[in-house]
């Protein structure tokens, strides 16, 4: 299991992270979103021990990060940094002989659908790619991306939801961010959504989709015919009993499960902050 507890992060007087707490097991795809500057890419960058929190512990399996948690991470940043000059395969052998490695460089360019060429010739979605096979050279247990998708076309972010799903299935823990909530949605188990350094929710997404599940009912009273939506199923149940004891009659119930956009922005347009 992967736990974040209470961490914290200043860049001078600044307070980009004031309290984040989740946790991932194994098997798990966990998507963090949030606005910019609200504090996912720090968060990230403390996972893959990039930078050192000011507060708060992270914790691999039970124990506290040390460089030699590198090898069981597999960190792909918010930007590609690539080497144009060389060819895909060159790229990757020549990371797999910096992490000391036997990587089946064929099966990941295969897996990917990537060609071998030259790095420089690559459209943008095939060097994100690229970059995502340098992280799982070393097959890691840990898989932490920055904005996996960003900026990618529709097929190409699919492709990359999936392969992070299938990761998952394998076993591996993962935590990414991203800004577009569909794939989000497609992939994770559960979401942190961030607001200026703070958590506005931490838990499985299927819960927080519930949670903001709506119930349109419509039911006749008195000969007139009236609509209600209602937020629970008690709520519901209530309300049923009721409109049966004045004489009325439900007439159809509809379940209204709205998009993770659509919980995203009522959540973050709150201003309390729910622990
Ligand atoms: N090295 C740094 N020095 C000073 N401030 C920083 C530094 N890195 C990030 N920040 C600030 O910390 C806040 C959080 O930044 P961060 O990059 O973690 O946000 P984010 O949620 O990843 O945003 P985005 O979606 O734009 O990538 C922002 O206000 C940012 O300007």
Redesign the pocket.
């Known amino acids: 299991m992967l736990e974040v507890r209470n961490l914290f992060k200043r ?1 001078g007087s ?1 307070e ?1 992270v004031k309290g984040i707490s989740f946790s991932v097991r194994r098997g798990e795809v966990l998507g963090l979103i ?1 606005e ?7 968060t990230l960058k403390i996972l893959a021990g990039l930078i050192r929190p000011d507060g708060g512990e992270v914790r691999y399996f039970g124990k506290d990060f040390d460089e030699e948690m590198k090898r069981i991470i597999g960190y792909l940043p ?1 930007i590609d940094a690539l080497y144009d000059n060389m060819t895909v395969s060159e790229y990757l052998n020549l990371f797999a002989d910096i992490y000391d490695v036997r990587a089946d460089i064929d099966g990941l360019l295969e897996r990917l659908n990537l060609p071998d060429k030259y790095i420089s010739d690559l459209s943008k979605g095939m060097r994100r790619k690229v970059s995502i096979a340098r992280t799982l050279l070393h097959d890691p247990e840990v898989l932490v991306y920055d904005e996996p998708t960003g900026g990618l076309d529709p097929t190409t972010s699919l492709s990359i939801a999936e392969l992070l799903r299938e990761l998952a299935e394998r076993g591996k823990i993962i935590v990414f ?1 991203a800004h577009n909530m569909y794939y989000v949605e497609r992939i994770a188990d559960k979401v942190v959504v ?1 607001k200026g350094g703070k958590a506005l929710y931490f838990g499985s997404l299927e819960e927080l989709i519930g949670q903001n599940t709506i119930y349109k009912v419509e039911y006749t009273i008195d000969g007139r015919k009236e609509s209600v939506k209602l937020f629970e199923v008690e709520e519901l149940l209530d309300f049923a009993e009721k409109v049966r004891k004045q004489g009325g009659k439900i007439i159809e119930i509809e379940r209204e499960v709205p998009r993770l956009e659509n919980v995203y922005f009522s959540l973050i347009g709150r201003k309390e902050i729910k622990a």
């Open positions: 860049y600044f980009a949030g910019n500057g609200a504090g996912k890419s720090t918010e961010s961030m």
